[in-house]
Every structure is written in C-alpha cells, then in structure tokens.
C-alpha cells in the first residue's frame, strides 16, 4: 500500500526538464551571448583551418615544378615563366630576374650581393607573411575560449546561489538548471579551444617547413646569378641519357650453310 501511494505520488509530482535548451534559458541573455561568440570563433577556427590547409598544399605541390623544370631552363627568365603564375616560387624568380638585371647599376660587387640578397629576403618575408595570415586569430582563440567559456560558468553558479538564497534551501531542483548551464558553457569553452590550438601548432609547424624550403630556394637563386649559371642545385638530377638501340641479332651460320 505504501509503495503504491510514492508510486502514484511521484507519478503526480511535476516533472523538471532538463537539457541544453532548458539550460540555455537558465542562463539568460548572457548565456545566448556567450554560445554566440563561441560559434562564432569555432566557424572562424575551422575556416581558417582548411584554407590555410589548402594554401600550404598548393606551396607544396607547386615546388616540385622547381626541382622538375625550373632548374634545367637555360636562364632564370625562361625558368620563371616555366612556375604557376600565383605562386611563391614565381614571386622569388621574378625578383631574382628583377635583382639580376639591376644589381649593374651597383659601382661595387659587395653592393650588388648586398642588394640581390636583401631583394630576395624581402619577397621570403612577403611570403612568409602571407601564409601566416590567420594564424594569429587560432592563437587567440585556443588562449581566450576557455576563459569565454569560464565566465559562462561563472554566471551559471551566481544564478545558482541567487535560487538557493531565495528558496532557502539548497534543493537539487533550485540548482541543477544554472549548474547545468555553467558546466555546459565549461566544455563548449574547452571543444572550441582546443582545437583552435592544436590547428595553429600543426599549421606553423608546416609553415616552418616552406619557409625552410624558400630559403634553400633562395640561395640556390643568389649562388645561380653570382656565379652567372655555373652553380646549380645538387638535387637536380641530370637528364637520362637516350637509350641505346638494341643490338641485330647475330646471323645464324647453319642457316648460312645451308
């Protein structure tokens, strides 16, 4: 008898909703607000993510024109025109070509080197430059989401308090909606943030590894116009030789007895 009357008791007690949206609610304007900003820097993040991706596959794939055609051109004018249009290694050709042909105004030697080389250091630069755009933004926001994210939880537990101080007792009912909502806002702090921040690392790390492969590019270009061609890069495999027509077949001499 007992457990029937909890049994329908329980039945008839109203029953609490509980869920993101019903968390959302408990936390109000400032709750909406905070998940704003926090979609907004994980759209940003994931954007920034696949084009800098795609940018750095382009640099990548575009290289290997330099070590397949570029180098065996007759002059870095005819090289030049043999690289895609919009990519890095077009841009350095293009000031080396460019250096080349002004460094014989310079009444010195040591001037026109000086010259060459810092033209070229400044298109590295510009390049560089470029492909860390956007890397700043991932940085931010691997750094501030969770602390976005904290002041949503922050929030939360003041609205928490607020009903405990108003009903008087610390009933699960009274605190388990701006609870909720503090903790949902903590992992949503912590899923944009994290990976915003192994992106950036990984995207430098590549970036590092172009920049590397347009500094050797870039020697190779000041050693080439120093020494008027004569010094290329030793990767440049040589063109294989032409095969050699196979030999006729010996004559076979019962044949020519007979």
């Known amino acids: 008898m007992n457990l029937y009357l909890l049994a329908a008791a329980a039945g008839?007690?109203?029953?609490?909703?509980?869920?993101?949206?019903?968390?959302?609610?408990?936390?109000?304007?400032?709750?909406?607000?905070?998940?704003?900003?926090?979609?907004?820097?994980s759209v940003g993040s994931f954007y920034i993510m696949f084009t800098k991706l795609f940018e750095q596959n382009k640099v990548m794939k575009q290289y290997k024109s330099v070590e397949t055609s570029f180098w065996r051109a007759p002059s870095l004018r005819e090289g030049a025109t043999k690289l895609d249009k919009d990519s890095p290694w077009r841009q350095l050709a293009d000031d080396a070509v460019k250096a080349q042909e002004d460094h014989?105004?310079?009444?010195?030697?040591?001037?026109?080197?000086?010259?060459?080389?810092?033209?070229l250091q400044r298109s590295e630069d510009s390049i560089n430059a470029v492909l860390a755009g956007g890397l700043p933004f991932l940085a931010t926001v691997g750094a501030t989401a969770p602390f976005v994210g904290l002041l949503g939880t922050v929030i939360g537990i003041y609205r928490a308090l607020i009903n405990i101080g108003i009903a008087g007792n610390a009933s699960i009912d009274k605190v388990a909606g701006p609870v909720g909502e503090a903790l949902i806002m903590t992992a949503i702090g912590l899923l944009v943030a994290v990976p915003a921040v192994f992106a950036?690392?990984?995207?430098?790390?590549?970036?590092?590894?172009?920049?590397?492969?347009?500094?050797?590019?870039s020697t190779d270009l000041l050693a080439y116009m120093n020494s008027n061609g004569a010094v290329k890069p030793t990767t440049v495999a040589a063109?294989?030789?032409a095969a050699k027509p196979a030999a006729k077949p010996a004559a076979n001499p019962t044949l020519n007895k007979s």
Do not use: C
């Open 12 to 41: 008839e007690a109203p029953q609490s909703q509980f869920g993101f949206v019903q968390a959302m609610k408990e936390g109000g304007p400032v709750a909406w607000s905070i998940l704003a900003i926090m979609i907004i820097m």
């Open 104 to 119: 014989h105004k310079m009444t010195d030697s040591l001037e026109s080197h000086d010259y060459m080389h810092g033209s």
């Open 200 to 217: 950036f690392n990984w995207l430098q790390s590549r970036n590092r590894k172009i920049a590397a492969m347009l500094s050797t590019f």
């Open 239 to 241: 063109p294989a030789p």
